[in-house]
């Protein structure tokens, strides 16, 4: 299985927009993954974001307790709040990491449970504006992406867009404490326990680590993910598999917890998680899969991994 590298300049400069589409069409039919580079987000604003949410992440439990929401809310996430391995409906042991969580607040959304002011913590003054430009980037990649999806199916570029007018996201923040913090994992405890995403796009930035993202080949092995710091990590998740009618991958992964050969190692990773609109019926290409609401859809993974 490849995870493949595609330099998104020749979209956005209008010279390889065909080639482009063609490799991303690829990258998705083979494994699900690939990673992009060219996608025109400043590393300036990626590292920021990454270290003021750092800054949270070191402060002490109870300073973090005000924050606590469950899945789905916008603040803090602590340890024991998920278990992703769950997501289809199996066992899996409560993921090692916490999360500070931000998304969608726009009230004509419609839904409560997918639009909800975001919380900043008044311990980082500067997060706000940081994570606002973040996720106003994010959101304008995913759609650029979903456009790319739209022409390497040969169909009209706003396929997929259509149904982003005031669509659901989540900017989850991940950290995943050392070992010396959190202890060696239990039975088939892992960072994040093995899943496929749920919704249409994931754009990933990731760190590079030895208990690191995995990607599970259609024969069952389990790769690490190539790495390159320039480069956003993007997959598809399950709603689009359905739209696509599993023209695409939609890919088991996971991430390693804590080795004992790295016992320092503590990792951020920022997750953009792209969906449509609450309300939208996705109705997949050539009828494989029964018509689907993109919210209730959604609302039903996230119950599934919620743990208290």
Known sequence: MSVPLV???????????????????????????????GHRVPDELRHRTRELTRRFFALSTEDKQPYAVRTGGRGWMPPDAQATGRADGGTAPPDLKETLAFGSDDPAGGDPFFFRPNVFPAEVPDLEPAVTEYVRRMRALADELLT?????????????????????YTLNVNHYPPLRQV??????QFRIGEHTDFGTVTILDRQHGVGGLQVRSAAGVWRDAPFDPAAFTVNIGDLMARWVSDRWR?????VLPPD?????EDLVSLIFFYNTDADARIVS????????????????????????
């Not at 010279?15 to 993954?33: H, I, K, P, Y």
């Not at 202890?183 to 088939?188: L, S």
């Not at 050539?286 to 919210?295: H, K, Q, T």
């Open 148 to 168: 790319i999806f739209a022409v390497a199916l040969g169909a009209p570029e706003d396929l997929f867009t259509q149904y982003t007018r005031t669509p659901s």
């Open 260 to 264: 004992a050969s790295a016992p320092e």
């Open 183 to 188: 202890g060696p994992a239990g039975p088939g």
């Open 285 to 308: 290409l050539d009828g494989r899969y029964p018509e689907v609401g993109g919210g209730e859809y959604l609302r039903a993974k996230l119950d599934a991994i919620t743990l208290g």
């Open 7 to 37: 330099d998104l300049t020749g979209w956005f400069d209008g010279t390889r927009r065909a080639e482009v589409a063609a490799r991303v069409d690829a990258a998705l039919r083979e494994s699900g993954f690939l990673l992009i580079t």
């Open 250 to 254: 939609s890919t088991p992964h996971r």
